[in-house]
């Protein structure tokens, strides 16, 4: 059973040395994060020729194997070669060291510097309390050890945190990899003239829409109808295409939209109480666009709020997403932000199912 438990554990990725001042701890550095993307091989249209990629000699047209090249630094008028190994020799502590050369408060380090998250965890008991020390410490400073190491022929830039009872290390883009938007973008506002009514509507929307922090509620819809479509094509059946993007709001709009938003998002019961948390998404936005779509229509000059009025349907099935997303809200349906139309439409029937039961 042990074998069997030691097999299914992750391998580390990197083993070396955390150390701060004169204290060494060694450890073991694991992956945090999966990913879900679906995976697809390459084929020949008509085909079920996998087309691979191949290391090719340009010159020659003969494929090279893995063991005779090497890097070369293009110089401009000549290749400068670097066998593996001389990047090694040449590597911050041989590659094996996390050297802490300071601590920050976590604050400090925005978050645009954070790239990719490991686990460490101590290379043996015997570095239990060495390990825990650190850990403890650091959660009671709230600070972050700022370290740099080589891993694979690159040095990164880390912070090592003290997160859920366990040490982690994220790496960090360097300074001069962030780019300054301000040069990359030219499109940001500059001096736009925002009203105080417009600021305190939006102040308002986002106080509406306020929630908790529950990652589990939201999943990867995208996979899943990657994965459906893939399952759809194999058995010879249709997928349902996904809505059309919203419309960009009208700046004639913005305050309508923003009303509408916040009207929307608190839903029946907490209209006038400012206590809705998170049912906006989708039927916000469907609900402005109808009342734009419906004053260009009329060719009115001027925007004007739309009539609230009940919509009435015969079944779910006849409901837009929007509507749909509204009735989840207030059936208060765990999860519904990242819903698909079926998935709503499958929750709102079990839902119903269930109070048909009761009443009988």
């Given at each position: 059973m ?5 097999a299914?554990?992750?391998r ?11 204290v060494s701890?060694?450890v ?15 084929l ?5 020729d996998r087309v ?10 003969d ?15 000549e ?7 001389e990047?090694?020799d ?9 050297e802490?050369?300071g601590?920050?408060?976590l604050?400090q380090?925005k ?5 990719k998250?490991?686990?460490?965890a101590?290379?043996g008991k ?20 700022i ?13 090592v945190?003290?997160e ?6 994220h ?5 001069d ?8 973008i ?5 001096n736009?003239?925002?009203?105080s009514r417009?600021l305190?509507?939006a ?10 922090w ?7 819809t ?9 399952e ?9 295409k ?5 419309q ?7 305050m309508e ?9 608190r ?7 400012g ?9 916000a936005?469907a609900?402005i ?9 009329d060719?009115a ?13 015969s079944s779910l ?9 509204q009735r ?11 819903m698909?139309r ?7 029937s079990?839902?119903?199912g ?7």
């Amino acid at each position: 059973m042990q074998k069997e438990v030691a097999a299914a554990m992750a391998r580390p990725v990197w083993s070396g040395a955390l150390t701060f001042g004169l204290v060494s701890l060694p450890v073991q550095m694991f992956t945090a994060t999966d990913s879900h993307t679906v995976h697809f091989h390459q084929l020949q249209r008509g085909t079920s020729d996998r087309v691979r990629n191949k290391r090719v000699n340009e010159r020659t047209g003969d494929e090279v194997p893995l063991d005779e090249i090497v890097k070369g630094y293009d110089a401009g008028d000549e290749y400068v070669l670097i066998e593996p190994g001389e990047l090694e020799d040449i590597a911050p502590g041989r590659s094996q060291a996390v050297e802490i050369s300071g601590f920050v408060d976590l604050e400090q380090v925005k978050p645009i510097f954070f790239d990719k998250t490991y686990y460490l965890a101590p290379k043996g008991k015997e570095y239990a309390k060495i390990y825990a020390l650190l850990e403890r410490a650091l959660a009671q400073a709230d600070k972050a050890g700022i370290a740099t190491f080589v891993m694979r022929n690159r040095q990164y830039l880390v912070a090592v945190k003290a997160e859920g009872g366990l040490l982690t290390l994220h790496t960090l883009h360097w300074a001069d990899e962030i780019r300054n938007p301000r040069e990359e973008i030219g499109s940001l506002p500059e001096n736009a003239d925002v009203t105080s009514r417009e600021l305190k509507m939006a102040e308002q929307l986002i106080e509406t829409l306020s929630m908790e922090w529950k990652p589990e509620e939201f999943h990867d819809t995208f996979q899943e109808q990657v994965t459906k479509l893939i399952e759809a094509k194999r058995t010879g059946e249709s997928v349902e295409k996904a809505e059309p993007p919203a419309q960009a709001t009208n700046v004639v709009d913005l305050m309508e939209a923003l009303r509408a938003s916040v009207d929307q998002a608190r839903g029946p019961e907490d209209r006038g109480k400012g206590k809705g948390k998170s049912a906006a998404g989708d039927a916000a936005v469907a609900q402005i666009k109808d009342a734009a779509d419906k004053r260009r229509a009329d060719g009115a000059a001027k925007p004007k709020p739309k009539p609230k009025a009940e919509k009435k349907a015969s079944s779910l099935d006849s409901l837009t997403k929007a509507e749909l997303y509204q009735r989840a809200t207030d059936a208060d349906v765990p999860g519904r932000s990242s819903m698909t139309r079926e998935e709503l439409i499958k929750a709102l029937s079990g839902k119903r199912g269930r109070r048909k039961a009761q009443a009988s």
